[in-house]
């Protein structure tokens, strides 16, 4: 049953907000056992508003609703870095875990279930953040969730006991999910004002920064330093980007912020939006998590070794990213979505299929290439959607994108265990064959 229809003011005394606070974990929380996970998410964005009110005082020159070009090559820039930013802090955390999992003595179905945290806290404050950034602007949004995201790295290398593990990756996770929709709504305003096909290159940026992010974090610890230090390190450096970046930060157009906003369950073009998110994510995270198992227990790779195949999916996927603006511009959006999923799928196949090893891990490319540009034009798609705020829509379809991304290995894995993993990844292709088939949703 959809909630009750919430608006949202713009008034100083920010009523309207912890009222659209209270009334969104009704829906979001299905059950008891998340009550406190959701209460948690609740009381950091209580802390979240007063400070986006207080730099609502601060006076920053406003730019015309059509940016000058000399304008926009710094707005280009800071949302560049701003996505480099969100792949550096989520994959810093990636070689802090074996270190975590040691001192507090966690075994790896206790390490699994308190990971969960982390997918949560992004779902959770995901719908909050989108009203948030419709309220505030991205820019606010982006600055205040960035440097609070800072705050979590260090935390996250000092946790004394498991649930302060649980507690701060529930943190973490909601301060990533609120740059995610912030930096995404953003994205689309600038490629609007720009006029150019910008989004995948901005998501080859977010790429590059798990890379870069995993491998920085990694060698500072083989250099030795401790972990609290080399977590330090990268929360600085973070925090110096988001900094330096603001003010290059489009501020809201118009008065969207007097718009009023109505809670209701994804429907239309937004849901059919989120469910070819939720396949694309899947997908993902199939690479992610049954990747090494394919080509360890079905093509005879080593366990040292069955990592190559995520890491080939990871390269090949921010490389497509980084020309996918050029492919968009010679194919159009609909065309780059139709070829990608197909060539995604057909990659499926041939990794799941394949007995020579290097052809599966041709599959695993092909995986990469084709899916690199579904994902960013989803969202772009869903921020022009008419009559629907922006932040509001790309918050709902970035949602039910992560519900893929979480859900999907456990998914695969009934399946795998019902048949066996390949014909599972088979039914991956063949969900990827019906995003091509509805590729004309994202046509501009």
């Given at each position: ?364 490319v092909l995986i990469g290439l084709g899916a690199s540009n579904i994902v960013p034009l989803m969202f772009s798609a869903a921020g022009r959607l008419p009559g629907q705020p922006p932040a509001i829509s790309i ?50």
């Open positions: 049953m959809p909630c009750r229809s919430i608006p949202i003011v713009r008034r100083r005394t920010g009523r309207g907000g912890p009222a659209v606070l209270v009334a969104m974990p009704a829906r979001a929380i299905r059950s008891p056992g998340h009550a406190s996970a959701g209460l948690h998410v609740l009381s950091c964005f209580c802390t979240f508003v007063p400070v986006l009110n207080a730099l609502e005082t601060i006076s920053v020159p406003r730019e015309p609703l059509q940016a000058g070009q000399q304008r926009l090559p710094g707005a280009i820039r800071a949302t560049r870095l701003i996505f480099l930013v969100s792949g550096i802090g989520m994959a810093s955390w990636a070689p802090m875990v074996p270190y975590v999992k040691a001192r507090l003595g966690l075994d790896d179905a206790a390490l699994g279930l308190v990971l969960l945290a982390f997918g949560g806290g992004s779902m959770l404050s995901m719908p909050l953040v989108g009203v948030l950034t419709h309220r505030y602007g991205n820019r606010r949004v982006i600055s205040v969730a960035g440097l609070l995201l800072c705050v979590a790295i260090p935390v996250l290398a000092i946790v004394p006991d498991v649930l302060t593990l649980a507690v701060t990756l529930l943190y973490f996770g909601a301060m990533l999910g609120a740059v995610d929709v912030a930096m995404n709504a953003h994205a689309v305003e600038v490629e609007r004002r720009d006029g150019r096909a910008l989004m995948s290159g901005f998501h080859g940026l977010f790429s590059v920064g798990g890379l870069v992010g995993a491998a920085l974090m990694s060698a500072l610890l083989a250099l030795g330093l401790p972990l609290l230090v080399g977590a330090l390190a990268i929360a600085l450096l973070l925090m110096l980007i988001v900094l330096g970046q603001r003010r290059s930060l489009l501020v809201r157009v118009g008065d969207v912020a007097r718009q009023t906003v109505k809670f209701r369950l994804p429907r239309g073009l937004v849901l059919l939006l989120g469910v070819l998110c939720f396949v694309s994510f899947l997908a993902e995270g199939a690479m992610l998590d049954w990747s090494a198992v394919l080509l360890r227990d079905f093509h005879g790779f080593s366990a040292a070794s069955a990592g190559i195949g995520y890491a080939c999916f990871s390269v090949a996927m921010a490389s497509g990213r980084l020309v996918g603006d050029r492919a968009i511009a010679r194919l159009g959006t609909v065309w780059t979505v139709r070829v990608g999923a197909g060539v995604a799928a057909f990659g499926f196949l041939l990794a799941s299929m394949a007995n020579w090893p290097p052809a599966s891990l041709t599959g695993f918050a709902t379809v970035t949602a039910l994108g992560y519900a893929g991304l979480l859900s999907g290995p456990a998914l695969i894995g009934f399946m795998a265990h019902a048949s066996s993993l390949p014909a599972a990844l088979a039914v991956v292709a063949g969900m990827l064959l019906l995003v091509a088939a509805s590729a004309r949703i994202v046509r501009r």
